[in-house]
């Protein structure tokens, strides 16, 4: 690795606007972290936050917190603040559930609103829940699931298809989709769409209303910073809110709670999306990763993911070392991180964590780095490249003790 290497990455970070950012965040010392599209790194104001919300709004507060502290409305707090970084308005988005959750009352509200068309259209090496989300409902007699390849899609939108179902930044590639194109071919075909956008918020631009989709949902763990297992999010467009069916009616997402009556009736809005009572500590956390990234903005998140990619790239081509690279050569077709095929990736990745390289390894043979712009600087780039150089030149990788799998890869 050259020493101008390291003299261009210190002068890309003293360019670099959003530098002062990482401050904001807690990123262990010495630790490059390359992950944040699988868990986000810890904002310093969370720990703050949730110090508050559970000693004063729970501890002392108790009970009267659903009304004076707004724990009631925090689902709808939270999706509103959500809405501007995946172009919907606020009454469109709610923070509620898992994605898998939010997946299963979404395809099954699709299916509702298209009588006669059973099929749910989607992509194989799609994200395992949401195929298996979908298979769910075909076990129920709901659904009917077809799996066509990236250039096949369009022409498998046939007039059975009642949803098409895709991940709009590819969790293994990153590989993009053209949003707008898809939502219209399927709506040509009378097909209603749910977009995934799990990879894609808080790291890119994303426009919902710009591309006309009718559903989608995200993640809170990754770009949004909102901690382990923290609350997903939905989107239902408002011109679909009034005749919506989701199935899983629960009294949170009744049109009046706190009536406690013998039959459901579902609330009017977005609110209907609820099901049980909403999970005040994870939206607490949540919120303070989404104000955060809403704050630094994710126009110029875009672009810096993009320098920080390219750098990387960079890095690697001048050390000599040669990886195949699955994702889109170009910044511009994919999502905020690189992913390269090695028959020995599982184990190319255990050497770089011993070295406090944190990327992951996604099966058969992928080593996934992820560029949170948020909180990665072109330091850390060089620093990354030279140490997956080192351990694929070295074969370090070779060594026993990184060949052993653990639980989660
Ligand atoms: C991370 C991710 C999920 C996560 O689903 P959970 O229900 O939170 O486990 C779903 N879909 C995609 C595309 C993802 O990347």
Redesign the pocket.
Known sequence: MTDHLIASAREHDRADPLAKFRERFFVPDGVTYLDG??LGCLPRKTPEAMDRAIRQEWGTGLIGSWNDAGWFEMGTRVGAKIAPLIGAAPDEVLAC???????FKLIAAALAMRPGRKVVLSEPG?????LYMIEGLERQGLASRRLAARGDLEAALGDDVALLML?H???KTGELFDMERLTRAAHDAGALVLW????STGALPVDLHRCNADFA??????YLCGGP??P?FAYVARRHQAQLRQPLTGWFGHARPFAFSDDYQAAPGIEQLQCGTSPVLGLTALEVGVELIAEIGVERLYEKSRALSEFFLEALRTSGVALELVSPGDSANRGSQLSFRHRDAYAISQALIARKVIGDYREPDILRLGFAPAYLRFIDMAEAARHLCEVVQGEEWRNPEFNRRAAVT
């Open positions: 599209n699988s559930d898992s994605t898998s959750v939010n997946l799609n994200f395992p829940t949401d991940t930044a590819h969790y995934d956008l799990s990879h949902v995200g993640c809170g763990y990754k297992g923290a997903a």
